[in-house]
């Protein structure tokens, strides 16, 4: 199994900064990938931004040029930059890591896991 704990989200004004992370652990085997989404109350899951392991990376077109996904391999750690945030970035945040995890004793899965989310709050 996979278990990711995010840290970082807070209540910041509008203009502000946010630097989200997020941590991997566990039985991890490879990675294919590793992103953010985000949902806000009465809206569906949006794609925010996704990296690659070759460290390619894509954007949601209302974050381009504000956000900026990165990872340290090292520490199966993402992060997500966040720069002038406003109101409409308000949500829950939560990364996903997707790749091949050991599940049993000889079993491995290809699957997606998910965090707890972490709270990200723009007053204007």
């Known amino acids: 199994q996979v278990h990711l704990v995010e840290s970082g989200g807070g209540l910041v004004q509008a203009g502000g900064s946010l630097r989200l992370s997020c941590a991997a652990s566990?039985?991890?085997?490879?990675?294919?990938?590793m992103g953010w989404y985000r949902q806000a109350p009465r809206k569906q899951r949006e794609l925010v931004a996704t990296?690659?392991?070759?460290?390619?990376?894509n954007y949601a077109d209302s974050v381009k040029d504000r956000f900026t996904i990165s990872r340290d391999n090292a520490k199966n750690t993402v992060y997500l930059q966040m720069n002038g945030l406003n109101p409409e970035d308000t949500a829950a945040y939560y990364c996903?890591?997707?790749?091949?995890?050991?599940?049993?004793?000889?079993?491995?899965?290809?699957?997606?896991?998910w965090g707890q989310g972490t709270q990200v709050t723009v007053s204007s």
């Open positions: 566990g039985s991890m085997l490879s990675v294919n990938g």
């Open positions: 990296i690659s392991t070759g460290g390619d990376t």
């Open positions: 996903y890591w997707k790749g091949w995890a050991k599940v049993g004793d000889n079993t491995q899965r290809f699957d997606t896991y």
